[in-house]
């Protein structure tokens, strides 16, 4: 068992986050291929879904059929990426305290509770993307509104009302973008360590996004900079492995056929397996750092591998009777004591004999 823990500086914890990965890749990239490879069938048969209704000349009835499938598609995926995600977390914490871990082990452990890690992403995602889903929703909306880049009256040319109006939302769109982004990026560091939290401490959603905001104190910049590298590392690969399905559609004005589209998420797949489990990897790390640091998590864990952590104390229960009498002869009076005889007058002491 793993008994050498320690606070880690922001290197450390990268470096022996690439030890872990390196290590146990099969492990992590296993764990996260289930996700990768649900998402690779059924995007597969999205593909196939739009060039069936194209033979069948259903193409005024595509846009409803592919939005219904697409977002049951998503529900599907969200609920495979929470379990993803908290078994690479369970996992994470076995390896990285000596113990073993298995892909199904993983599994089995946050199965029995993974309607609340979903809520627990559920609610985070509300308050962390909310305002910037909103802000892109307003401006799009807007410009959908206004006919701008619509056929007809507009398009190209668009009339002086329109190009004012394209004006004013844009600078407003730029302007309020700064601040929701700063709002998003602090709330995101804030319940960072929420899903760690309550896949290792078993807790309900609202105490582990308490927890989180407790525990990331004083560790959310170094937070940041884990996720600005996994996220500079996950672009560099995605477009290094992507960038004949980049040409392609530039020279096809967006276009794709549905062979180079199936190859792009062949690609995918396997560039999620590979990247996936990096940053939960790194979050979780995290976590056990600054429970070592505030609270003193190594000497706890030091202790329970010696065995010297003391029992919990049982529940309190209703003081048990004392057993009955046996039943045998019937208990026996104590002997009478002798009448005290009358007490002698000190007189008489003294008095002669006859």
Known sequence: METSLRPLTLG??????????RSNFVLFAGIFA?????????????????????????????????????????????????????????????????QPATIRGSYMDILPRLGRFLWLMTITAFVVWTPIVLLYGGYFGLMIFSGIGAQGGSGAHPTDKQTTILIGATGAFVLLLIPVGIYTVLMGLRYALALPACVLENLKAYKALRRSVN????????????????????????????????????KNHGQLGPGLTA?????????????????????????????????????????EAAGLTPPSPPAETEPAEPPPAPATEPPVDPPALAEPTAPIEPAALFEPEP
Do not use: C
């Open 12 to 21: 450390e914890i990268l470096d022996r986050t690439a030890q872990l990965y």
């Open 215 to 250: 525990l990331s104190k004083g560790s959310r910049g170094r937070i940041f900079v884990l996720g600005l590298l996994v996220g500079i590392i996950k672009i560099g690969l995605v477009l290094f492995a992507q960038i004949f399905v980049v040409v392609a559609a530039v």
């Open 263 to 303: 190859i792009s998420q062949v690609i995918s797949f396997f560039t999620n397996s590979f990247l996936g489990p990096i940053y939960a990897t790194g979050i979780t790390l995290f976590y056990y750092d600054q429970r070592i640091r505030k609270e003193g998590y190594d000497i706890e864990w030091m202790m």
């Open 34 to 98: 289930v996700y990768a490879g649900v998402a690779l069938v059924l995007n597969l048969l999205m593909i196939g879904l739009g060039e069936l209704l194209k033979v069948l000349h259903l193409t005024g009835s595509a846009v409803w059929i592919n939005g219904i499938a697409g977002v049951l598609e998503l529900l599907f995926l969200f609920l495979l990426f929470g379990a993803s995600v908290a078994a690479i977390s369970r996992a994470v914490a076995w390896v990285h305290l000596g």
